[in-house]
C-alpha cells in the first residue's frame, strides 16, 4: 500500500501535468525507481498540496525557474504545459518568459520563449 503523500502526490501529478508527468514516472521505473516514487512524494505530494500558494502561483514559479536555469528544456515544456492546466493564459506564460530576460538573461527568455512555441505548436497539432 502506498503511503499518503504518494497517493496525494500522485494526485496533484495527474492533475498538474497529466499524460507528460505520468510519463516521465513511467520512464524512470526501469533506470531508478526510487527517483520516480521521490518526485511524486516530495514535490507533488508535500509542497503542490501546501495551501499558501495557489497551483497557479506555483507554476509561474516553477516556468521562471527552470528558465532561469537555462538547461532543463524537457523539463520546462513539461511545466509550460502544467502551467496552461492549471489556468495560465499563453500571454501570462510570455510576460514570465519575457521577464526572465532581466533577471536571467537574454539567452534564457529567448530558450524559454523558443520552448513555448514548440509547447504551443504541440498543443495545436
Known amino acids: 500500500m502506498k503511503n499518503s503523500r504518494f497517493a496525494v502526490g500522485l494526485e496533484h501529478l495527474s492533475k498538474i501535468d497529466g ?3 505520468q510519463k516521465v514516472i513511467e520512464s524512470l521505473q526501469d533506470i531508478c525507481p526510487d527517483l520516480a516514487k521521490f518526485i511524486i512524494e516530495y514535490p507533488f505530494g508535500d509542497i503542490y498540496s501546501r495551501p499558501t500558494l495557489d497551483l497557479k502561483s506555483r507554476e509561474i514559479a516553477t516556468v ?3 528558465t532561469a536555469l537555462g538547461n532543463c ?3 520546462l515544456k513539461v511545466h509550460l504545459n502544467a502551467a496552461m492546466n ?3 493564459t499563453v500571454e501570462e506564460i510570455k510576460e514570465v518568459l519575457l521577464q526572465m530576460s532581466v533577471y ?3 539567452p534564457a527568455a529567448i530558450n524559454g520563449m523558443f520552448a513555448f512555441k514548440e509547447v504551443l505548436d504541440e498543443r495545436n497539432a
Open 19 to 21: 499524460e507528460a508527468g
Open 104 to 106: 536571467a538573461g537574454f
Open 64 to 66: 521562471a525557474a527552470l
Open 86 to 88: 492549471v489556468g495560465c
Open 73 to 75: 528544456k524537457p523539463q
